[in-house]
């Protein structure tokens, strides 16, 4: 007696599984339970997604709008009137000085041409204010301009506000000539003011020997300054 056996396949059972399992479907249709195509999972969200994508594009049109209104504000406009005035033309003051006179002034009785150690020559000056605002006076600089036996380091300036011209007068600003100018204003004026002021030149007593004969010739500047208003 042979012991062998005819072996079953192993999926035999799974096709009889799945043979029932179509039948039952097949029953279940007939009968009505399930019958109809069944619908995705997902056909139940559709609606309210889109529902709320519309609520939000319609928010954010809205926020533009307001935007929008409240960089532009109200579109009315209120009534406006306007008028001018006319002024009359504005004009520029202006400065202007004289001395005796002139502009660029030569003195003449300035007696210097045979100082001896120690003595002194003067001359009076008349400074005038030609124009428009008020200035200060003073002398802003002293050059100068030739020179013998070296006779400029030995000699010293004095400019003295006074009607009166003399020597050693006081309350003057005294220095040595070379590069003279007056450390404060010798005088204020008005417009149309005029101001007296005497000029001293003096040969230094222990001048030396050395410059006899010597001579100097210098140009002193005299500056007008406008003030400030107060």
Do not use: Y
Request: proline share 6%.
């Amino acid at each position: 007696m042979s012991s062998t056996r005819e072996r079953r396949p192993r999926h035999a059972a799974d096709a009889g599984a799945t043979a029932g399992w179509t039948r039952r479907v097949a029953a279940a249709r007939r009968c009505g339970r399930g019958a109809g195509r069944r619908a995705p999972r997902h056909s139940a969200t559709v609606a309210p997604l889109r529902a709320r994508k519309l609520l939000v594009v319609t928010a954010v049109l809205a926020l533009l709008v307001l935007a929008i209104l409240a960089g532009t504000g109200s579109t009315s406009a209120l009534w406006t009137g306007s008028r001018t005035v006319t002024g009359p033309a504005v004009r520029s003051g202006s400065t202007g000085l004289t001395i005796d006179g002139q502009t660029d002034h030569a003195l003449p009785n300035l007696r210097v041409a045979a100082l001896a150690p120690g003595e002194s020559a003067t001359a009076p000056l008349t400074v005038r204010n030609t124009g428009t605002t008020p200035v200060s006076i003073r002398v802003s600089g002293t050059e100068v301009t030739a020179e013998v036996n070296g006779l400029a380091d030995s000699l010293t300036a004095s400019v003295t506000p006074s009607v009166t011209c003399s020597a050693g007068l006081p309350g003057g600003q005294t220095g040595a000539l070379r590069d003279f100018a007056t450390a404060s204003p010798l005088g204020m004026l008005a417009p149309g003011g005029e101001l007296a002021i005497c000029l001293e030149v003096r040969l230094d007593g222990a001048a030396p020997g050395s410059m006899q004969g010597g001579s100097a010739d210098f140009v002193m500047t005299f500056e007008a300054t406008q003030e400030r208003p107060a």
